[in-house]
């Protein structure tokens, strides 16, 4: 790999999950239940009744790109980790070695190109604190706690699968499109995303060899560690559908 592709892929790597965790943990879910028709208003609650029995994840992922500019996708393959006691861990395996940590009121991150770990204080960047903010907040199902800045539909009931539209006049209605999210059988964790960007960008999530309430080692947290990598068999994205 070229070090612009290096580059190019560890840029997205981050605004990925930046991505994901913006603008989906802004979601009005607890406002839109309220008014919602029955169907909706019932897979909500069981989304966010769920959400309030875990208290870790650990899950492998992998992430689809694609660029309006460029036919080929780039795919990400990695793994995260979650405590909703406010630390999170997202790294990349291929085709970049990456990992960035929230912990202990900072953000680090640290890639296998320069070997060197960078360090955010939250207290000093208020964008890093209302990122890790908005994460607990999206994580914990605590979405009563955000303001309303989604519309919210059922797209499906089996499985189950929501799309999420800014509101005019929101931050997110100036990048997104819409960030459709489909739930686990089980309904207690996230399956799938697809986020659609106005720029014409298209990037696609799917989460699999997921486990719920692990006991995350504190080497979890070693912005230094990276955990062991994906299953062999784990090769695919999931497919975008053309809109």
């Known amino acids: 790999m070229t070090r612009s592709c290096r580059n190019s892929a560890r840029r997205l790597v981050s605004v990925g999950m930046l991505v994901l965790c913006v603008g989906l943990a802004r979601t009005p879910v607890a406002a839109a239940a309220e008014s919602a028709p029955d169907s909706l208003q019932a897979a909500l609650t069981v989304w966010r009744e769920g959400l309030q029995t875990v ?5 492998d992922f992998v992430q689809e ?4 500019l460029f036919r080929d996708p780039l795919v990400i393959r ?11 861990a997202w790294e990349t395996h291929w085709p970049v070695r990456y990992k960035l940590v929230v912990a202990d009121g900072c953000v680090r991150q640290w890639d296998e190109e320069t ?6 204080s939250m207290r000093d960047n208020p964008a890093a604190a209302a990122i890790h903010a908005q994460m607990s907040v999206w994580f ?8 309303d800045a989604y519309a919210v539909e059922l797209a499906s009931a089996s499985p189950v699968v929501f799309v999420f539209t800014p509101i005019a006049g929101s931050p997110a209605a100036d990048y997104l ?6 739930l686990r059988p089980d309904g207690r964790y ?17 989460f699999f060899a997921t486990v719920l309430n692990p006991d995350l080692p504190e080497a979890t947290w070693d912005v230094r ?15 975008l559908r053309n809109e």
């Open 55 to 59: 208290t870790s994840i650990a899950s």
């Open 65 to 68: 790109k694609r660029l309006a």
């Open 78 to 88: 990695g793994r995260l980790h979650l405590s909703t006691d406010g630390r999170f």
């Open 115 to 120: 070997g060197r770990v960078q360090t955010i």
């Open 140 to 147: 914990s199902g605590r979405f009563e706690e955000v303001a």
């Open 177 to 182: 499109q819409s960030v459709e999210v489909q």
């Open 190 to 206: 996230l399956d799938r995303v697809r986020i659609l960007e106005r720029s014409g960008d298209h990037t696609a999530i799917s």
């Open 225 to 239: 560690k990276m955990s062991a990598g994906l299953p062999a068999q784990a090769v695919a994205a999931p497919a």
